[in-house]
């Protein structure tokens, strides 16, 4: 954003000024940050080591565990520190790089969940094609496709926010840089990038749930019709993790863009959820539930163990 005016910084108000819901804060961010890292850390380690995981559906989950990583690392370690320290200020240059990336892993982890639903639809409703539909090539493609896109959709909005003129205050009501209550203290004339923002978010989020809900129309359709209540109950597992990280991050995105008049303490609330519980849950609800990654683990866990003695 232009400094084209006395002010250097910007204040993020953050969550609350209570010191003891401060302290309950810190903790429950600390853990669950620990946590997420931690977890999706260790997908990402199982999948570049083991060999039985070199699938393009785990190479999805490695991009996946990422996104997940980056997104919560670029709010969640500043928010901390604003905590602890007491220090809300942030400067330009770093609201304008966390706004860039939050955005950048956001969007681009839409696109994915997208594009892991179609890997479903062709592994459930095409099993005997599937080798030759998502190959390794064509997984690698997808995910350079879901970055790119990414970059493209967010990039013109960035672009006219760093054009933004501040003149009298610094003051963001939240707890990161998001782009609503910046656009709120600028003295520019906001109408033209506020409808970008707006037609951007809108596209990316109705063409990957379609996407999504498309996907699993066909998969559940295709399910039903399964001779063995054996083979539904394992199709039904297969999907299942997905299709709860699939809610909750889409159910969250509702709440906050389809219900504005909502205060703002709740849509700050709702969006530190999506910043620490979401990249959390993760590892939990879709990865480890999968019969060849808990092997995996018990495998690397027997091999540390092993040379622990040793």
């Known amino acids: 954003m232009k400094n084209q005016t006395s002010i250097t910084t910007f204040i993020l108000l953050g969550l609350t000024d209570d010191i003891r819901l401060k302290i309950v804060l810190f903790i429950f961010l600390f853990l669950s940050y620990t946590l997420s890292v931690s977890g999706n850390l260790s997908i990402i380690t199982l999948t570049l080591i083991d060999p039985h995981l070199k699938t393009p559906m785990y190479l999805f989950l490695?991009?996946?565990?990422?996104?997940?990583?980056?997104?919560?690392?670029?709010?969640?370690?500043?928010?901390?520190?604003?905590?602890?320290?007491?220090?809300?200020?942030?400067?330009?240059?770093?609201?304008?790089?966390?706004?860039?990336?939050?955005?950048?892993?956001?969007?681009?982890?839409?696109?994915?969940?997208?594009?892991?639903?179609?890997?479903?639809?062709?592994?459930?409703?095409?099993?005997?094609?599937?080798?030759?539909?998502?190959?390794?090539?064509?997984?690698?493609?997808?995910?350079?496709?879901?970055?790119?896109?990414?970059?493209?959709?967010?990039?013109?909005?960035?672009?006219?926010?760093?054009?933004?003129?501040?003149?009298?205050?610094?003051?963001?009501?939240?707890?990161?840089?998001?782009?609503?209550?910046?656009?709120?203290?600028?003295?520019?004339d906001t109408w033209l990038i506020e409808q970008m923002v707006i037609v951007c978010a809108v596209l990316t989020f109705i063409v990957t749930l379609m996407c999504v809900v498309l996907s699993y129309i066909y998969i559940i359709s295709t399910i039903l019709r399964f001779p063995s209540a054996l083979q539904r109950k394992k199709a039904f597992s297969t999907c299942s993790s997905q299709m709860i990280v699939v809610s909750i991050t889409y159910g969250s995105c509702i709440f906050?863009?389809?219900?504005?008049?909502?205060?703002?303490?709740?849509?700050?609330?709702?969006?530190?959820?999506?910043?620490?519980?979401?990249?959390?849950?993760?590892?939990?609800?879709?990865?480890?539930?999968?019969?060849?990654?808990?092997?995996?683990?018990?495998?690397?866990?027997?091999?540390?163990?092993s040379l622990l003695k040793k």
């Open 62 to 188: 490695q991009n996946f565990s990422f996104l997940e990583i980056s997104f919560t690392t670029a709010c969640v370690p500043r928010f901390l520190y604003s905590i602890s320290s007491g220090d809300k200020s942030i400067t330009y240059a770093a609201c304008t790089s966390q706004l860039l990336f939050t955005d950048l892993f956001a969007v681009t982890e839409f696109f994915l969940l997208a594009t892991v639903s179609y890997d479903r639809y062709v592994a459930i409703c095409k099993p005997l094609h599937y080798t030759t539909i998502i190959s390794s090539r064509v997984c690698k493609n997808f995910i350079l496709f879901c970055w790119v896109a990414a970059l493209i959709i967010i990039l013109p909005p960035i672009s006219l926010g760093l054009e933004l003129e501040f003149c009298d205050s610094n003051i963001i009501d939240h707890f990161c840089c998001d782009a609503s209550p910046i656009l709120k203290i600028s003295c520019s």
């Open 256 to 305: 906050i863009y389809v219900k504005p008049s909502a205060k703002a303490t709740i849509n700050k609330m709702v969006s530190l959820l999506m910043s620490s519980i979401s990249p959390m849950l993760n590892p939990f609800v879709y990865p480890l539930r999968n019969k060849k990654v808990k092997k995996s683990i018990n495998v690397s866990i027997k091999r540390i163990a």
